[in-house]
């Protein structure tokens, strides 16, 4: 039952455990690989995870095939104080200007001046049918499926998670509970177990379980330099998301971060792919007008065709 280590070389060495000591049992991956007594010990002055191999099969993965494109999401801002009809006119600017998915900011759960169930019904009815809206669930662990079905049965085109507040466990249970809708995976709380460079986990392999476990959108951070992540940490990240893991699906590598109108198109182009990838609008879409900025966004990324000029 015990780990092994099956090859060395100064700073790095390869451990294997067997698959039998805890299967697919995320919490226990957790608590053992990315977080275990490793991270206590007195004896290590450093001590990072920088990757992981896991048996095929242990896990589903997501349940959506990603687009073959760039997608344009967007956050509805402010985070707190708007009301229902509030928030819904928000998300029909951001949708007239041709956002793909609009999506509730991570900071925003059930509150009773903008109950959930009362949110989701209010922007279902002002969203085209080809723009997703993700809810976002996060909330007592209890009620977290039943909390999910709801926003589903209201008209919510995705479920969001803080799935490092939740658990990242809690990803892998609402891929299980076969929603019919995909599963956006908010990173907050990631940030204490990758950016400290001497212990933790690297952003990639944060990146590639979250995916394992069933997230069709996964957070990567961006180019701008407003978050910790370095231009390396994001290639990586988006490869986690890509990469091939037998027959699981890539998820939507999710570059956010102070991305606006005026970098989008750098922002791809510093990722090097042109599919399976969305960049987030955040508080950058409320420059001028939230519709005129996600316009820019689409057409910065989307150029018209002549005979669309013409």
């Known amino acids: 039952m015990r780990g092994r280590v099956v090859a060395q070389q100064p700073g ?18 957790v608590s053992s690989l990315l977080a275990g007594e490793w991270a206590d010990s007195a004896a290590f002055a450093g001590c990072r995870l920088v990757e992981l191999d896991l048996p095929a099969g242990l896990l589903s993965g997501p349940a959506f095939a990603a687009p073959g494109e760039v997608l344009v999401g967007a956050i509805v801002k402010p985070s707190l104080g708007l009301s229902p009809a509030k928030f819904a006119a928000t998300a029909a600017a951001l ?10 900011d991570e900071l925003l759960g ?37 909390r999910a079905r709801c926003v589903v049965e209201l008209g919510a085109g995705a479920v969001m998670v803080n799935a490092f507040a939740q658990g990242l466990d809690s990803v892998r249970a609402l891929r299980e509970a076969k929603l019919g809708v995909p599963i956006f995976a908010h990173r907050v709380g990631a940030a204490l177990w990758a950016r400290e460079c001497r212990f933790g986990v690297a952003p990639a ?13 996964v957070q990567v951070g961006s180019f701008t330099g407003s978050v910790y992540d370095t231009s390396d940490d994001v290639r ?14 890539r998820s939507v590598a999710v570059i956010g971060g102070g991305v606006g109108p005026r970098n989008a198109r750098a922002q791809v182009e510093a990722a090097g792919v042109s599919s ?26 989307r150029p018209k065709s002549p005979a669309e000029s013409a």
């Open 110 to 146: 059930d509150p009773a001046w903008c109950p959930l169930e009362d949110r989701v019904r209010s922007v279902a009815a002002v969203l085209p049918d080809r723009v997703r809206y993700a809810a976002n669930v996060t909330g007592p662990v209890e009620s977290l499926l039943a």
């Open 95 to 104: 949708a007239a200007g041709g956002a793909d998915l609009i999506k509730d």
């Open 276 to 301: 399976g990838l969305m960049v987030l609008l955040g508080s950058a879409a409320y420059d001028a007008s939230p519709e005129a900025a996600v316009l820019a966004t689409v057409e910065s990324l």
């Open 12 to 29: 790095r060495a390869v451990l294997e455990f067997p698959e039998r000591n805890w299967g697919g049992d995320v919490t226990l991956l």
């Open 205 to 217: 392999v944060i990146a590639e379980l979250t995916r394992r476990c069933g997230a069709d959108y």
């Open 236 to 249: 990586a990240q988006i490869d986690a998301c890509h990469r091939p893991l037998g027959t699981l699906r």
